[in-house]
T-cell receptor, first 121, second 110 residues
Framework: QVQLQESGPGLVKPSQTLSLTCTVS??????????WSWIRQPAGKGLEWIGR???????NYNPSLKSRVTISVDTSKNQFSLRLTSVTAADTAVYYC?????????????WGQGTSITVSS | QSVLTQPPSASGTPGQRVTISCSGS????????IYWYRQLPETAPKLLIY???ERPSGVPDRFSGSKSGTSAFLAISGLRSEDEADYYC???????????FGGGTKLTVL
């Protein structure tokens, strides 16, 4: 079955750029049935959708983060990535990647285990 | 402040039926499917209900979803201690052109 695995630096300095990658295994990221999303969760708080990418590289972003976010897809590596610029302490969170059923109505049916990101000098 | 409103907490005793609400608007719940996720401590959320009221394989029929207008509901019957978790609702918002989540409901089994 499809599995997702996030990878990232763990610690990022304020004002720098956070880069995360999600590797998809057991299925193709090129599937036309799914989008691929990033979701984050600050400690003790709720879930926040960051954005998503389709195999065609079309994207949707959370309006509150849109100016700082870029999500891209690399079909040759079966990966998709998140880039978040000008990070602050407010960006400290567990970041999840998830398969996004889009209009199929399947919701976020597969999640990665999450990677913890701390923004600190 | 979440776009979808959930009660921060809910509780029940073993065997009871508990309902968690999720309130939104015409641009989100009113027009699109609602989804429910369960999150155990220190783990990733897991899909519990999709397309308003459908259960993924492996989710027991103790869990059920419903929707009325701009509100949605997750019902858990025959409450068990292992149902203690955080529950989140989510849907697409046509105005924001993005997914939105509720703030989450922490369910305690007394």
């Amino acid at each position: 079955q499809v599995q997702l695995q996030e990878s990232g630096p763990g610690l990022v300095k304020p004002s720098q750029t956070l880069s995360l990658t999600c590797t998809v295994s057991g299925g193709s990221i090129s599937s036309v049935n799914y989008y691929w999303s990033w979701i984050r969760q600050p400690a003790g708080k709720g879930l926040e959708w960051i954005g998503r990418v389709f195999t065609s590289a079309s994207t949707n972003y959370n309006p509150s983060l849109k100016s700082r976010v870029t999500i891209s897809v690399d079909t040759s590596k079966n990966q998709f990535s998140l880039r978040l610029t000008s990070v602050t302490a407010a960006d400290t969170a567990v970041y999840y990647c998830a398969r996004d059923g889009g209009w199929s109505g399947h919701g976020f049916d597969v999640w990665g285990q999450g990677t913890s990101i701390t923004v600190s000098s | 402040q979440s776009v979808l409103t959930q009660p921060p907490s809910a509780s029940g005793t073993p065997g009871q039926r508990v309902t968690i609400s999720c309130s939104g608007s015409r641009s989100n719940i009113g027009r699109n499917y609602i989804y429910w996720y369960r999150q155990l401590p220190e783990t990733a959320p897991k899909l519990l209900i999709y397309r308003d009221n459908e259960r993924p394989s492996g989710v027991p029929d103790r869990f059920s979803g419903s929707k009325s207008g701009t509100s949605a509901f997750l019902a858990i019957s025959g409450l068990r201690s292992e149902d203690e978790a955080d529950y989140y609702c989510a849907t697409w918002d046509d105005s924001l052109t993005g997914w939105v989540f509720g703030g989450g409901t922490k369910l305690t089994v007394l």
